[in-house]
């Protein structure tokens, strides 16, 4: 039976990178019709931030994933607690005093070996006594290959602290055994722990798990990924305009590769399709255009209805416009926009009036604008195909260039050079909005 977890801390915003470890658990499980666990490793309490369960519960519930089972880590103490002392009667930890002094916050010791290792205390912090000169090792089943430390490299690490609680060390071989955790996938910035987890198996006769590291997301300027380009936070990158389809399809891409070439996945079409042989080995690059792309591809597949929808809760001005209207901006809108928070700079312009800048014109733009007004004030109709036809005898009959004229009558019903196709927006804008905007230009 496959039984996988997903074992943040609540400690910050769920960061990309935790969010594909769920996403690889989870499929890992499902796709073998296993379990998927949802563990909270809230055992530092004092980096616990307010609210990061449920802001976790949340976040995994916007991307549908759903878990078989739950457990707390604090809830567990005794069970810590207990394991960590018959460590120590065995042989394989020892109590330490100088836990504040002798450890880094990450439970590693400054110095390898802790002094307090030969006192024989009866009370403190309780460290892992480790051996030297073993050669431990496993195989990585992201990896896929062997990889081995010399033990004596290794620091005597920190198992429970003085105030009760475990470190990940302890609680992290405790809970994947008690839980009959069959796969643990996280990051790969845990790869230094693992010794430390492979002793503590050893020790405690525990079956040790198939273990995988996940590659790291690198920024486009080299170096892991940071905040610098924009956020890299789940919830960042959702209000930023991502939706979550999208973001889900573009993440579960950072690290792992179907066999054939397909692009666009499902939840389900992933589950389906997961195979732990597609996870590779480079480390990918987090490319926002590639993102974007993606975003661009799920928007166009959201309807009419519900992306107007979207772009109501983005902009109570749009809100407040005619059904009819609002349906026509949507389907305008929707073929260009990449994020659901372009939708302003796009749109706006319909239910506001532009500032204009005058130098953003070219030359002749006045000439354009009076053979505009021209059209409109004599237009039989108000169609779409009426309006082409008699725009481009004008611009004919002129002898203008076709690019230049349109672009003098954007930047003046729109203040840029950016918008949906410029005749359909007149349309909507409706011909007396259109003339009094071409008027004031004059
Ligand atoms: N609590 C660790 C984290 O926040 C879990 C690492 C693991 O999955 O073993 O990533």
Redesign the pocket.
Known sequence: MIRT?????P?GSMHIG?LR?AFYAYALAKHNKGDFILRI?DTDKKREKMGGVEDIKRLLKIFNIKWDEYCVQSQRLEIYNKIAKKLVSDGHAFYCQCEAKNAKEDGFSKELRDPCRDKDLKSGAIKLKVPDKENIEFTDYVLKKKISWNTSTVGDATLLKSDGFPT?HLA?VVDDNDMKISH????HD?MPSTPIHLLVYKYLEFTVPEIGHLTDIMDPDGGKLSKRKGSTSVDGLINEGYLPEALFNFVILLGWAPKDNKELFTLKEFVNLFDPLGFQKANPIFNRDKLDWFNGEYIRKISNSNLCKKFEIQNSDFKKMDKDKKIQITKLVKERIKKISDFDSLANFFFEEPKVDNKLFGIDYKKHIESALLVLKNIKGWDLETLNSDLMNEVTKNNFKIGDFFMSLRISLTGTKFTPPINDSIIILGKEETIKRLNKME
């Open positions: 977890r997903f074992a943040p801390s400690t935790n470890t490793e990940y992290v643990a996938l996280r990051g845990w």
